[in-house]
T-cell receptor, first 114, second 112 residues
């Protein structure tokens, strides 16, 4: 099945805290795992992405941790800021598959309190 | 370099009507994908076009159809609109097939 399950559905974090969002997938053919950030009324914007040949990728305050054997990956936002308040989506795709379709998780609504 | 653009921004139609949504891909991008995002949910893949040919399709009925033009812009057509078609329709383009997908701002379709 081509499912990606994301948790939690919503998250409230204090300014300066760490936000952690988790995703699990089923299709072992997935080989590309991006995270998107979406503000109300806007399209999703690519935040950071990882391929399964590495277990961690860091870009600024954003880190993806990837566990291939558990088929799980997570997004960590360090020093969370009110401007990070948005909905975050994990996704997965199979780069060699027809259509290269992104399968998205259900989203996590993050609120960072000042 | 301009990003992905979509038109119109908002659209209101009645059940049974037909609608055409438009997307201009990012400069140099030859692949366009369309997604439907219902309120409070993640985007769902509709189909992808690569060099004017359909290159994959999600679980959507045939009344959802599309086109890609020689300049790589694209259209999404939906016939016989149903209330459940109310959603944000997103277009994403990528430089080459299999590359990172960059999304436009979407078209908000409301079916009454």
């Amino acid at each position: 099945q081509q499912q990606v399950k994301q948790s939690p559905q919503s998250l409230i974090v204090q300014k300066g805290g760490i936000s952690i969002i988790n995703c699990a997938y089923e299709n072992t053919a997935f080989d590309y795992f991006p995270w998107y950030q979406q503000f109300p009324g806007k399209g999703p914007a690519l935040l950071i992405a990882i391929r399964p040949d590495v277990s961690e990728k860091k870009e600024g305050r954003f880190t993806i941790s990837f566990n291939k054997s558990a088929k799980q990956f997570s997004l960590h936002i360090m020093d969370s800021q009110p401007g990070d308040s948005a909905t975050y989506f994990c996704a997965a795709s199979q780069s060699r598959g027809a259509g290269n379709m992104l399968t998205f998780g259900g989203g996590t609504r993050l609120m960072v309190k000042p | 370099e301009t990003g992905v653009t979509q038109s119109p921004t908002h659209l209101i139609k009645t059940r049974g009507q037909q609608v055409t949504l438009r997307c201009s891909s990012q400069s140099g991008h030859n692949t366009v994908s369309w997604y439907q995002q219902a309120l409070g949910q993640g985007p769902q893949f509709i189909f992808q076009y690569y060099r004017e040919e359909e290159n994959g399709r999600g679980n959507f009925p045939p009344r959802f159809s599309g086109l890609q033009f020689p300049n790589y812009s694209s259209e999404l057509n939906v016939n016989a609109l149903e209330l459940d078609d109310s959603a944000l329709y997103l277009c994403a383009s990528s430089l080459v097939l299999g590359d990172t997908q960059y999304f436009g701002p979407g078209t908000r379709l409301t079916v009454l």
